[in-house]
């Protein structure tokens, strides 16, 4: 892989360094530094001319500083001549914006897209959008995958012979159709109707619960609001257990505090799609005994690999059967 550069902004470098060792090629310097008008200024300290070149971001808080950062980059690496341009972002957190829902407001989702391939992107790899019609938002081809086989596989080690996966909404009940048909399990989903951000309501849940192992499976988990809804909304029925499951654990406003201080709640369950507490976190240090975090990166160094190669990433896309 000689004509290949991986770069990383400052979002989320641990993940672009284990890509990195997972292909076995360097992660090649970026250096980030500000004007005295406070605009950011990015140099991509490698050689990119004509190699296929891979930058590493995904949209984490403080979103709008590293959408900039990735849009000068993909800048940067197009005035230096590359080949190709890829944008690997693992989280695109303007994905919630895509629909019209209410009068005069904008589509966010839609709008990045075009500065992602203004700036000069070329092709997009994600993980885990917020909605499928997302991925129409780009004009440049778009990998979409997905973190499924990575949470198989971690439960997989429990018995799973009464379990059912719940959607929080019916909107995530595809993908949570999926998930369950993956363990062998049952599928239920929530009817949740969303006032505001962080206010939701769960009316009922459609599907049997009731003495169940329950594994709740949505994309992310933000403030955690719809989580803790859908929680009292379960306990109605009863389930014999309760594990939490997501591909995005942003745990944003004391979230994961709040999730883990629930007593019925055995385990949370996210991937390193975005940065994971340190160590020296509070909120982490205290609760991480209930926190499991997954690492994406070799699914994503795979679809590096045959997006470099010329490989089809389909079978990234699959979702094994049932062991």
Do not use: W
């Not at 209410?102 to 092709?123: K, T």
């Not at 049997?208 to 929680?231: P, Q, Y």
């Not at 629930?262 to 507490?277: A, G, K, M, S």
């Not at 990166?297 to 045959?306: C, F, K």
């Amino acid at each position: 892989m000689r004509d290949i550069a991986v770069f990383s902004g400052s979002a989320h470098p641990e993940l672009a360094a284990e890509v990195c060792a997972h292909l076995g090629v360097p992660l090649s310097p970026t250096r980030v530094s500000r004007f005295a008008n406070d605009c950011l200024e990015v140099q991509l300290q490698a050689n990119c001319r004509e190699r296929d070149v891979f930058l590493v971001q995904p949209l984490v808080r403080p979103v709008q500083e590293h959408l900039v950062e990735l849009l000068l980059m993909c800048d940067a690496a197009r005035g230096a001549s590359a080949g190709r341009i890829t944008v690997v972002m693992p989280h695109y957190s303007y994905a919630r914006s895509d629909k019209k829902d209410a009068p005069r407001i904008s589509l966010g989702g839609r709008l990045v897209a075009d500065l992602l391939v203004a700036a000069g992107a070329g092709r997009v790899l994600a993980m885990t959008m917020h909605a499928p019609q997302v991925h129409g938002f780009f004009s440049v081809p778009v990998d979409h995958l997905h973190a499924l086989r990575e949470l198989a596989a971690h439960f997989r080690q429990y018995d799973l012979t009464r379990t059912t996966v719940v959607s929080p909404d019916l909107g995530n009940a595809k993908e949570a159709a999926a998930f369950a048909r993956m363990i062998g399990a049952q599928v239920a989903a929530g009817a949740k109707q969303r006032y505001a951000d962080d206010r939701v309501t769960i009316s009922s849940v459609i599907g049997d619960v009731s003495g169940r192992d329950v594994i709740v499976l949505d994309d992310e988990i933000a403030k955690g609001s719809t989580m803790l809804e859908l929680l009292d909304r379960l306990r109605v029925s009863e389930p014999r257990s309760i594990r939490i499951a997501c591909t995005h654990g942003l745990f944003a406003a004391g979230a994961l505090k709040r999730l883990s201080e629930q007593p019925d709640v055995l385990e949370i369950v996210c991937t390193n799609t975005v940065p994971v507490p340190v160590e020296d976190d509070e909120e982490y240090r205290d609760h991480k005994d209930k926190l499991r975090i997954l690492s994406i990166a070799p699914a994503l160094a795979e679809a590096v690999r045959r997006i470099h190669n010329g490989e089809s990433v389909s079978a990234l896309f699959d979702a094994p059967r049932s062991e």
